[in-house]
């Protein structure tokens, strides 16, 4: 399968508004975070919101407790960045606001992922989703109601329309698909400051003409632009290539890469249907920003919190959930 590669980091979202951080914890866990001294980094080439209490702000803060420090700055290289909150589905209201308000109040831009579409990720590692289109639409509404005027940039869905064209969605569920999408896009761009990038897959599943109608079925016009690579590991100049030959196909819209674990490439060994989940050897790609190597590549992101597991494979925890051994070894293989 193509795979959601391990776009499911739902079950480690942050209910800010609940005072709790990303890892779960209470006040305890909270503090540990601020105590990493994350802070945000500068608007001008950056000007997404970094998380200072985020999962990896609290690993920071827990090693340098233990004495770690080596161990500490090399987390610290995720901790410092902005990484994408994942909305999860019980409460979109309050975290979409919870996020939008911490970034607002740092001058700054919630980055946002929305992976909530029924019959998601096919059954696999991630699968889930809204019980139904009425369940979805609700939803989003509540994402768009807790967004409301603050600055939000938005990746939806990742992979969604990738499986409407890779057979791995069932034929029945296309239609209400298209339609969903079609509506997030119209809710979300509804609102003063929010971007929308519909997500169009990778450098590495197939080729472009394979999927720029399907995105404009599913309202890509309406949109801001696409993302690529979202939680996956090709690099940054394929996924730049990708991104172009798509973009001339869909009134040459913008676009935007994942570059959170793509530092080393994608992973080549092993079963090719899990190639994408918690491979080895893999490391942190360029740094998110809006000055990057093209004029139609909007920013580079972190769109996958690096160091969240993929899924239950090669050892690792459930979908989205923190594992440390693997975010010290993509932090160790990076550049400094």
């Not at 960045?81 to 209201?93: L, Y």
């Not at 890509?220 to 632009?225: C, E, N, P, S, T």
Request: charged share 25%; hydrophobic share 35%.
């Amino acid at each position: 399968m193509y795979g959601m590669r391990g776009a499911a980091a739902v079950l480690g979202a942050a209910l800010l508004l609940a005072g709790c951080s990303s890892g779960g914890g209470g006040d305890d866990t909270k503090d540990d975070g601020a105590g990493a001294g994350i802070t945000q980094q500068p608007k001008a080439a950056d000007p997404f919101w970094v998380n200072p209490d985020g999962n990896a702000a609290e690993q920071v803060a827990a090693y340098l407790k233990d004495g770690k420090k080596s161990e500490a700055e090399q987390i610290r290289k995720i901790a410092a960045q902005p990484t994408g909150e994942w909305i999860g589905p019980e409460n979109p209201e309050q975290e979409a606001r919870g996020f939008t308000e911490a970034a607002a109040k740092a001058d700054r831009t919630a980055l946002l992922v929305l992976y909530n579409i029924p019959h998601r990720d096919c059954g696999q590692y991630s699968q889930g989703g809204a019980a139904d289109g009425d369940a979805y639409r609700a939803w989003i509404d509540g994402v768009a109601k807790g967004i409301g005027d603050r600055a939000a940039t938005v990746i939806l869905e990742p992979d969604a329309v990738l499986h409407l064209v890779d057979g791995c969605t069932p034929d029945e569920f296309h239609e209400e698909r298209y339609d969903l999408l079609k509506g997030a896009i119209g809710t979300l761009k509804a609102l003063k400051n929010t971007k929308v990038y519909l997500d169009a897959g990778n450098a590495g599943w197939g080729h472009p003409d394979q999927i720029f109608e399907p995105l404009k079925w599913a309202g890509i016009d309406g949109a801001d632009g696409f993302s690529v690579n979202v939680s996956n590991f090709y690099s940054t100049k394929d996924s730049i290539a990708y991104g172009k030959q798509l973009s001339a196909k869909v009134g040459n819209k913008h676009f935007v890469i994942d570059t959170s674990r793509n530092g080393n490439g994608p992973y080549t060994d092993g079963d090719p249907n899990e190639r994408w989940c918690n491979p080895p050897g893999r490391a942190l790609g360029e740094t998110p920003t809006t000055k990057t190597a093209d004029p139609l590549v909007d920013a580079y992101l972190w769109v996958k919190r690096p160091g969240e597991s993929d899924g239950e494979c090669k050892g690792g925890p459930k979908a989205g959930e923190w594992w440390p051994d693997y975010a010290l070894k993509l932090a160790k293989a990076s550049r400094p």
